[in-house]
């Protein structure tokens, strides 16, 4: 069972403070703590896609660091 109002309280709490990447992040960690049906349960709460809760999850897998410097890969976002 997947507590919903925790996870509920936290991103609401944090949302407002966190970038595309931290986001994405909090959202997998909340998901990977829930065990199953985390990744859906924290969809349904966020509004985040599954597919970016996934990517998240895999950042948090990999280990790999990341560029604080920039939020989104190199190219990516709006063409100017």
């Known amino acids: 069972m997947v507590d919903e109002s925790g996870i509920r309280t936290r991103f609401e709490a944090l949302c407002p403070v966190l970038d595309e990447r931290a986001l994405r992040r909090f959202a997998a960690a909340e998901a990977e703590a829930a065990g199953r049906g985390g990744v859906a349960a924290v969809s349904r709460i966020t509004g985040l ?30 063409k100017q």
Do not use: Y
Not at 63 to 75: L, Y
């Open 49 to 78: 896609a599954r597919s970016t809760i996934g990517r998240g999850l895999h950042e948090l897998r990999s280990g790999a660091t990341c560029d604080v410097s920039r939020i989104r890969r190199q190219g990516g976002g709006r």
